[in-house]
């Protein structure tokens, strides 16, 4: 298994407010991506606190051995439940963070088990040789508006509301956390992602970027150059785990 991640401020952007991370061990890794909450103050720094959370639950995880399924997801979900805590503390005590916010998407791997913690619409997505899946369900206002029927999907890129959240962190110390679990084929790749790229990039085209190359530095770099040349009109995040279950390199 391979991993890395990286981000880009995009062409329209003055800062970037996304954050990610990206860590292997053995069997073991943490794919974290966070999305600032644009238009609030502090975006960029509620991404950061949400990621310095995911580093500091790394280095407390006891490698040394496989992590349980309730190990996992008790993990993730106390990494989610304290980086909220963190950007409210931060917030209240800072009046220029005041209304900060972040997405967060986490993915936990221990072998071929996989265990995502998901809150926004940062989106994680399971690649193999001839197939995309999208793991994450958006919480958003425009996803809520499609599932009831009132937009349809070919709509959504242009909608008005399709930045308008439903679920972040810092919006609330009361959090609706989606924990999912799977079991992953060997071969593999895990993509998480901020909405800088999945605006400007069909799924199709992931998939075909993912499984043309086999480095996923390069896979990412590719996926943020092609959001760019289409205008990059917000900051963009891709963090990669390949080749799941391989040999180390």
Not at 23 to 29: K, T
Request: hydrophobic residues 35%; negative net charge; charged residues 25%.
């Amino acid at each position: 298994m391979h991993v890395t991640g990286v981000t880009n401020k995009g062409k329209e952007r003055s800062r970037n407010e996304d954050s990610c991370y990206a860590v292997q061990d053995s069997d073991l890794a943490l794919l974290v991506v966070a999305d600032g909450m644009g238009g609030h103050q502090a975006g960029n720094v509620a991404s950061e606190i949400a990621v310095s959370t995911a580093e500091k639950y790394w280095e407390s995880i006891n490698r040394d051995k496989p992590l349980s399924d309730r190990e996992a997801k008790d993990l993730v979900k106390d990494l989610i439940i304290e980086a909220n805590q963190s950007v409210i503390s931060e917030a209240d005590n800072s009046f220029d963070k005041r209304g900060m916010g972040t997405t967060l998407t986490v993915g936990l791997l221990s072998g071929n088990r996989l265990t995502i913690g998901h809150i926004g619409d940062s989106r994680a997505y399971l690649v193999n040789s001839d197939r995309i899946e999208l793991l994450t369900r958006d919480h958003s206002l425009l996803e809520q508006l499609i599932e009831s029927g009132q937009v349809r999907p070919e709509e959504a890129k242009n909608h008005p509301k399709r930045h308008v959240l439903t679920r972040a962190l810092g919006a609330s110390s009361e959090l609706q956390i989606d924990i999912i679990d799977y079991d992953i084929e060997p071969g593999s790749a895990l993509l998480l992602c901020t909405d800088g790229l999945t605006n400007l990039v069909e799924d199709h085209e992931i998939l075909t970027v993912v499984t043309g190359q086999k480095d996923p530095q390069l896979q990412a770099e590719s996926l943020i150059a092609l959001a760019n040349a289409r205008g990059g009109h917000d900051n963009i995040t891709v963090v990669i785990a390949a080749d799941i279950g391989g040999q180390q390199g």
